[in-house]
Nanobody, 126 residues
């Protein structure tokens, strides 16, 4: 089971940190991805981290602004989001899958993920 937290309302240019905590799997052996879905749009992968080698991937839309990280002791993956823009408004989901491929393929193939959180709303508004 995955539980996200940390969403909220923030002004443009502000920051938020999302957390994804796993309770039934050890993320050391899983790939974890952050996805987001805005109203009327498809769910898109924005950042992924490989559970064993720590490699990361960022979509162009968030590269340089978002940072994904993992704290093994807490079985938690974070998404630090800086310089937030209006277009970052969406429901953010974390997802996990047993590591079988590269982070690049993970993030563009959401069907590979076997576990999903319930989502947390991020709203960027002035």
């Amino acid at each position: 089971q995955l539980v996200e937290s940390g969403g909220g309302l923030v002004q443009p240019g502000g920051s938020l940190r999302l957390s994804c905590t796993a309770s039934e799997v050890t993320l050391d052996y899983y790939g974890v991805g952050w996805f987001r879905q805005a109203p009327g749009k498809e769910r898109e992968g924005i950042s992924c981290i490989h559970g064993t080698d720590g490699s990361t991937y960022y979509a162009d839309s968030v590269k340089g602004r978002f940072t994904i990280s993992k704290v093994d002791a807490n079985n938690t993956v974070f998404l630090q989001m800086n310089s937030l823009k209006l277009e970052d408004t969406a429901v953010y989901y974390c997802a996990a899958l047993p590591v079988i491929t590269t982070v690049e393929i993970m993030c563009v193939t959401k069907g590979l993920f076997t576990s999903w959180g319930q989502g947390t709303q991020v709203t960027v508004s002035s």
